[in-house]
């Protein structure tokens, strides 16, 4: 079982490029979420999907852009990266959860990005 | 800002030690998770506790909750050199009901066990 699979694992940009990160899962869950963790700040979430068709933002949505066409994957895009955006990007998942509260999430290995 | 915030920032203990690490947390919740983090790896889970139990146990790791004080400690108990990484609580945000699997991070504890 792959788990949460992630691509690229490393990736340098320009100031202005832009890319896509992307991110499956072959456990068929449900929800699906991105974070990016900065030295010092811990997890912080990005964008996060509840099923095929649905996306919502996170603390830190501006600069990126997503969407959930499959419940395998959910890629997330870079419009115009920015120096700011220098992070290491961070895919899960996790099943419908319990009744009222979050699931356990599976991590992907990272993606690690520079942008000059 | 960040839901949970572990203390302290960084631990350094011999093994053998137990390692206690804490959390705080400003809203009301449904379950607080544990997780850990190796050097340059993705997350693992650890442990889940709901916000009706007290108390956890699974296998060294011992994980506390009090939900007046929204407070949480994870120990580790007896540790190993392998323990080394970073810890990491998490926590949903209850509104009286589905959170929609939003997942909240602290900014971790940093754990060193020496041989």
């Known amino acids: 079982n792959a788990g949460v699979t992630q691509t690229p694992k490393f990736q340098v940009l320009k100031t202005g490029q832009s890319m896509t990160l992307q991110c499956a899962q072959d456990m068929n869950h449900e929800y699906m979420s991105w974070y990016r963790q900065d030295p010092g700040m811990g997890l912080r979430l990005i964008h996060y999907s509840v099923g095929a068709g649905i996306t919502d933002q996170g603390e830190v949505p501006n600069g990126y852009n997503v969407s959930r066409s499959t419940t395998e994957d959910f890629p997330l895009r870079l419009l115009s990266a920015a120096p700011s955006q220098t992070s290491v990007y961070f895919c899960a998942s996790s099943d419908r959860g319990l009744q009222y509260g979050a699931g356990e999430l599976f991590f992907g290995e990272g993606s690690r990005l520079t942008v000059l | 800002s960040q839901q949970g915030e572990e203390d302290p920032q960084a631990l350094s203990i011999q093994e053998g030690e137990n390692a206690t690490m804490n959390c705080s947390y400003k809203t009301s919740i449904n379950n607080l998770q544990w997780y850990r983090q190796n050097s340059g790896r993705g997350l693992v889970h650890l442990i889940l506790i709901r916000s009706n139990e ?21 120990l580790i108990t007896a540790s190993r050199a392998a323990d080394t990484a970073s810890y990491f609580c998490a926590t949903d945000k209850s509104n ?19 041989p």
């Open chain 2, 54 to 74: 007290r108390e956890k146990h699974s296998g060294r790791l011992r994980v506390t909750l009090d939900t007046s004080k929204k407070s949480s400690s994870l």
């Open chain 2, 96 to 114: 009286g009901g589905s959170t929609l699997g939003r997942l909240y991070f602290g900014r971790g504890t940093q754990l060193t066990v020496w």
